[in-house]
């Protein structure tokens, strides 16, 4: 079965950061690319960030470029996303999704709440 | 950036009435287009993609139709769980991109 465990969420203060993660089971980790969505209080849905099964590809949506960065660890199944320079508006739930073949998102974590406010 | 639009905002309908809701994009997506659905306090799910496929698991009351710009999203006959929020999404180009959604309640 696949799992996936979102963690890291916390209340942060602007201009803070955060790591969080992501533990995947039940599938070949390595094998898919993993995208990061954040949905804001009572908003849609945004896509911040994706890597690649390797690794070696990252891609970010406008709004987080420069202050967000994506990685994973193969070795131990866990996706990651260090956020800096946090801002109200990153104010949201962050899911991690996995990306399957059809390059659809098939499974979702439950998500980890990040506020930024003072 | 690709805008997706969805249409109406909202849809107050009966069980047991058919749903009809609309996605628009702003530029041509092919068949580049997936239907989520999501309930309250969960994580979306995905419900069809590539324009018309149900995902493993969906009802046959579900069915997209569309291709290029304008797509749909049909239910049939309204079970009581169907009362939530349809995103629509597509997936041709990075940043991948989400309609606003469409809530659909009990009237």
């Known amino acids: 079965e696949v799992q996936l465990v979102d963690s890291g969420g916390a209340l942060v203060q602007p201009g803070g950061s955060l790591r969080l993660s992501c533990s995947a089971s039940g599938f070949t980790f390595y094998a898919f690319s993993m995208d990061w969505v954040r949905q804001a209080p009572g908003k849609g849905l945004e896509c911040v960030s994706r890597i690649s099964g390797n690794g070696a590809n990252t891609y970010y949506a406008d709004s987080v470029r420069d202050r967000f960065t994506i990685s994973r660890d193969n070795s131990d199944n866990t996706l990651y996303l260090q956020m800096n320079s946090l801002r109200p508006e990153d104010t949201a739930v962050y899911y991690c999704?996995?990306?399957?073949?059809?390059?659809?998102?098939?499974?979702w974590g439950q998500g980890t709440l990040v506020t930024v406010s003072s | 950036e690709i805008i997706l639009t969805q249409f109406p905002a909202t849809l107050s309908l009966s069980p047991g009435e058919r749903a009809i809701l609309s996605c628009r994009a702003s530029?041509?997506?092919?068949?580049?287009l997936a239907w989520y659905q999501q309930k309250p306090g969960q994580a979306p799910r995905l419900l069809i993609y590539?324009?018309?496929n149900r995902a493993t698991g969906i009802p046959a009351r579900f069915s997209g139709s569309g291709s290029g710009t304008d797509f749909t999203l049909t239910i049939s006959s309204l079970e009581p769980e169907d009362f939530v929020v349809y995103y629509c999404?597509?997936?041709?180009?990075?940043?991948?991109?989400f309609g606003q959604g469409t809530k659909v309640e009990i009237k």
């Open positions: 530029q041509s997506i092919g068949s580049y």
């Open positions: 999404h597509q997936r041709i180009s990075w940043p991948r991109t």
């Open positions: 590539d324009a018309f």
């Open positions: 999704v996995k990306v399957n073949s059809n390059w659809d998102y098939d499974y």
